[in-house]
Nanobody, 124 residues
Framework: QVQLVESGGGLVQAGASLRLSCAASGRTFSSSAMCWFRQAPGKEREFVATINWSGVSTDYADSVKGRFTISRDNAKNTVYLQMNSLKSEDAAVYYC?????????????????WGQGTQVTVSS
């Protein structure tokens, strides 16, 4: 069992940066692929970024590639999402998720554990 708690969201101006954190409890974190998804009002939840169990492999949605960076610290049981050059379209509730798989995964159904989400608001 893995429990996830996101933090770091807030209100920022367009062009600013934020770093989201996702703290995990449970012994399986270090063997789990992790992911960030987001959901804007009136829209479906969408994939943002994924990282494999060791942190060596990552991938991103095209909309955030080059601006966002996912990373993890297995010693701290934490995964991060560094978000730079934020745009109004990045505003959403951001969720982290943990998979039973080790390799990077892109689909919600491949993630077994979810956090409660953290709100990111971007003013233009």
């Amino acid at each position: 069992q893995v429990q996830l708690v996101e933090s770091g969201g807030g209100l920022v101006q367009a062009g600013a940066s934020l770093r989201l954190s996702c703290a995990a409890s449970g012994r399986t974190f270090s063997s789990s692929a992790m992911c960030w998804f987001r959901q804007a009002p009136g829209k479906e939840r969408e994939f943002v970024a994924t990282i494999n169990w060791s942190g060596v492999s990552t991938d991103y949605a095209d909309s955030v590639k080059g601006r966002f960076t996912i990373s993890r610290d297995n010693a701290k049981n934490t995964v991060y999402l560094q978000m730079n050059s934020l745009k109004s379209e990045d505003a959403a509730v951001y969720y982290c998720a943990a998979s039973v798989y080790r390799s990077i995964r892109y689909y919600q159904g491949e993630y077994n554990y979810w956090g409660q989400g953290t709100q990111v608001t971007v003013s233009s």
